[in-house]
């Protein structure tokens, strides 16, 4: 079993094992984990077959957005990715269009229970729960409804440390841990009514939202008030081999990783430099998954430059100026060929490379989930928006933007607010900014003393290393959150080493001179194993750039309020010490490119509608014949009209008609489906079979 046992940040919990069956083999799994991540646990990857080409399907989003990952339980289509795995499932590979119910299987038919509420608020992510929290404080009736099982959304997934506002968005803290603090501080009002693996299907032009309760009951809320916060959903590229199994998102990735503790990869590649694959990168290395190569087509990685140091001190290839070729496999990905192009975005013929690989990536950027807003706005609702949904950024700025929005709704019911939401607004701008160019900065060593220097350099909003110092030694230049940190020496530092230890960007090291000038002791952040290192065991400290050399430990330890996070003192020549950044257990193994037989694809081959098997050259065709109206291309086609909805193949082809010279202010967009989840019709009219009690 593809279990993970042991991981340096989170606690393995005990777990029932149990039994169920695929395709008629018995396997084990655990009790209550989805089906999805229980067919990764015993390396399946592929659950079923497309109808129409037969080419194989297996997890894509993980997140409940698209239908890839269906299976076929006890005669019944669901999404693997959605659906708790349950003692003797009968599991079986979705291969086309399963059969109709019998003809005598008669249902019964209930009313639709109608709910009343202050306030709905949709998405229990860190918006939602930041919302939720503001509003449920405030004496308001609120309930919150989220599709998952627990409360965090993608905190969950989240093992590294925040950035941004210690005080407003628990910088320093892990996303694990936030999720715990804000779902517990909810679950704790009264007048707060929480509903977990509910589905909200369609909002509706009378003012109801009409919700899929506890995935058995449907019902229909009508709220004073409504606030979005359903977050983002992955961006996806056309590419050859896009369908294979073994091509999804980052997100995807860390849920099987971070939530279900599943090791789903032997080898990854990843595609796009901004936080998202940054970070799934370093999250695959904890739980000693091997990353082969990031790349990123622009000429430097778009997220904090601090996540992108991480990884290429522990030997991370990152090719930037790069694009995907293709992904290669015939079951499965088996490797990636990837090529450098040149600053209008074309291959560099010659320079293409191909790296042995069993999954791919995709972390090219989120779009936001709003089509509950939209809908909500145009059919006149109250209706506010937070986090992702608004606006594509942080999660510490989804828990600010959260804030905002509930304090927003509080002055609708006449609460009297002492905050000044300009300036929060205007504060929320600063978390959301992109993030700017590093700045090269010379480090001034004093050889004397004991303090800590920070190897961050990029103006980002952080503070938790100025808000832990209990000297008060460490501030940024006019106390503002984006500038960079500096320790002032007004006092002696004390060498508690709290600095070192809540850095998100493991960016602070501590450096003693005052024992041995020519051999300092220097310490350093270490978060990539979870047994604890020993004096005199040997570890590799390195430069942004290269390895510096083997030493010993000196000193470790972790700190009460950081147990997760080791603390590192080596005894190192006062030249290395002057370039030590960082440390690794172990020296890095190159990854070089390999020679395999590659198929001769055409763009035009690639499937743009995963769902319906459309292809960009058909897609171009009829864009030359004159189509501009997505509602037309549908009919022609059939795209957008699987089960997601159309919505990873939207933005793509959008892209094909940019890339034929066609604005978009030239297209009729598509008709938006009334439900924005897939769900059985029954579910409207509450059936049940004749033998069941309503």
């Known amino acids: 079993m593809e279990d993970i046992k042991k991981h340096p940040i989170i606690e393995i919990p005990e777990r029932k094992k149990i039994t169920f069956s695929f395709d008629k083999k018995k396997l084990i799994g655990f009790e209550g984990m989805v089906i999805s991540s229980a067919l990764f646990l015993n390396k399946i990857k592929i659950f079923g077959h497309h109808e129409k080409d037969n080419r194989p399907q297996g997890i894509f989003c993980a997140n409940g957005q698209c239908a890839q990952c269906n299976v076929i339980v006890d005669g019944v289509p669901v999404k693997a990715c959605m659906t708790p795995l349950k003692e003797n499932m009968r599991i079986e590979s979705c291969n086309g269009v399963p059969e109709l119910p019998a003809k005598d299987n008669v249902v019964v038919v209930g009313d639709s229970e109608i709910i009343n509420t202050e306030v709905l608020v949709i998405g229990a992510g860190p918006a939602g729960l930041s919302a939720t929290k503001i509003l449920g404080e405030n004496n308001v009736k609120v309930i919150l409804v989220d599709d998952k099982s627990e409360l965090g959304g993608k905190l969950v997934l989240q093992t590294h440390k925040f950035f941004g506002s210690e005080e407003d968005v628990y910088a320093g803290k892990r996303g694990i841990n936030i999720a715990k603090i804000l779902g517990k501080s909810v679950q704790a009002l009264?007048?707060?009514?929480?509903?977990?693996?509910?589905?909200?299907?369609?909002?509706?032009?009378?003012?109801?939202?009409?919700?899929?309760?506890?995935?058995?009951?449907?019902?229909?809320?009508?709220?004073?008030?409504?606030?979005?916060?359903?977050?983002?959903?992955?961006?996806?590229?056309?590419?050859?081999?896009?369908?294979?199994?073994?091509?999804?998102?980052?997100?995807?990735?860390?849920?099987?990783?971070?939530?279900?503790?599943?090791?789903?990869?032997?080898?990854?590649?990843?595609?796009?430099?901004?936080?998202?694959?940054?970070?799934?990168?370093?999250?695959?290395?904890?739980?000693?998954?091997?990353?082969?190569?990031?790349?990123?087509?622009?000429?430097?990685?778009?997220?904090?430059?601090?996540?992108?140091?991480?990884?290429?001190?522990?030997?991370?290839?990152?090719?930037t100026n790069h694009t995907i070729i293709s992904a290669n496999g015939e079951q499965k990905v088996e490797s990636i060929t990837i090529a450098r192009i040149d600053k209008d975005f074309n291959i560099i013929s010659g320079t293409e490379k191909t790296f042995a690989c069993d999954t791919i990536l995709i972390a090219v950027g989120l779009n936001p989930v709003d089509e509950f807003y939209l809908k909500a706005k145009e059919f006149g609702f109250n209706v506010w928006v937070a986090g992702d949904a608004q606006e594509i950024a942080e999660a510490s700025a989804a828990i600010f933007t959260g804030k905002i929005e509930a304090l927003k709704i509080l002055k609708e019911f006449g609460v009297e607010i002492s905050e000044n939401i300009n300036e929060l607004e205007d504060f929320a701008e600063v978390m959301k900014a992109k993030p700017p160019q590093p700045i090269g900065k010379e480090i001034e060593f004093k050889e004397e003393g004991i303090y800590p220097v920070f190897y961050c350099n990029q103006e980002i909003p952080c503070n938790p290393c100025t808000t832990v110092c209990d000297q008060q030694q460490i501030e940024t230049i006019d106390d503002l959150i984006t500038q960079l940190p500096y320790f002032k020496g007004e006092q002696e530092c004390i060498g508690c080493g709290k600095c070192v230890a809540v850095c998100p960007g493991l960016a602070v090291v501590l450096i003693d001179y005052r024992k041995d000038k020519e051999y300092p002791l220097v310490t350093f952040p270490f978060e990539l194993t979870e047994d604890k290192l020993e004096k005199e065991q040997k570890i590799t400290v390195v430069s942004n750039d290269k390895e510096l050399g083997i030493y010993e430990i000196h000193r470790a330890r972790t700190l009460k309020d950081f147990p997760k996070t080791q603390l590192i003192t080596l005894k190192l020549p006062s030249r290395i010490a002057k370039q030590a950044v960082a440390i690794k257990l172990y020296e890095t193994i190159i990854n070089e490119p390999i020679d395999l037989y590659q198929k001769s694809f055409t763009e035009d081959d690639t499937i743009v509608c995963r769902c319906e098997r459309v292809s960009v050259g058909e897609i171009r065709k009829w864009i030359h014949s004159g189509v501009r109206d997505f509602n037309e291309l549908k009919a022609l086609t059939k795209v957008g009209m699987g089960a997601c909805g159309g919505k990873t193949c939207t933005s793509l082809i959008e892209k094909i008609f940019r890339e034929e010279g066609i604005s978009l202010d030239e297209i009729t967009p598509g008709t938006k489906r009334p439900l924005f989840i897939e769900v059985p019709l029954g579910i409207f009219a509450n059936t049940k079979n004749k033998n069941e009690e309503l």
Not at 211 to 221: A, D
Not at 223 to 228: A, G, T
Not at 261 to 279: E, H, P, Q, S, T
């Open 190 to 319: 009264s007048n707060v009514n929480i509903w977990l693996n509910s589905v909200c299907l369609a909002v509706f032009s009378d003012g109801f939202i009409g919700i899929l309760k506890n995935n058995n009951k449907y019902v229909l809320v009508k709220p004073k008030f409504l606030l979005i916060a359903t977050g983002a959903r992955e961006k996806m590229l056309v590419f050859p081999g896009n369908t294979l199994p073994g091509v999804y998102g980052a997100g995807a990735f860390q849920t099987l990783v971070n939530r279900d503790l599943i090791r789903a990869a032997d080898k990854i590649f990843i595609v796009g430099g901004g936080n998202v694959g940054l970070i799934a990168g370093y999250h695959a290395i904890q739980a000693g998954i091997a990353v082969a190569g990031l790349i990123e087509t622009l000429p430097q990685c778009g997220g904090y430059k601090v996540h992108e140091d991480k990884l290429r001190r522990l030997g991370v290839p990152i090719y």
